[in-house]
């Protein structure tokens, strides 16, 4: 519900900008956000059950998805 809700406040504020030229440049910035304001994951490593090319792949999906970094936790008993 909330995001339907910030989703309809986001089409208004996009429509309710005065010239053409200010709701592109609004527009663009949702479509393509700025490095610091796209999210991060927590990345949470267990028992150090992680290898090479697991972090590999890990780290391209990540990158393929356009997250801006993570948060690495590590639990090694």
């Not at 200010?22 to 990345?43: C, D, I, K, Q, V």
């Not at 090319?53 to 936790?73: E, R, T, V």
């Amino acid at each position: 519900m909330k995001r339907i809700v910030l989703y309809i406040a986001a089409v208004l504020l996009i429509f309710s900008c005065g010239s053409g030229k200010e709701r592109m440049e609004l527009e663009a910035g949702f479509m393509n956000p700025p490095h610091e304001s796209r999210p991060m994951a927590l990345w949470h490593w267990m028992n150090g059950n992680v290898t090479k090319g697991g972090i590999k792949k890990d780290l391209g999906w990540m990158h393929d998805i356009g997250l801006s970094g993570f948060y690495l936790k590590n639990n090694i008993t």
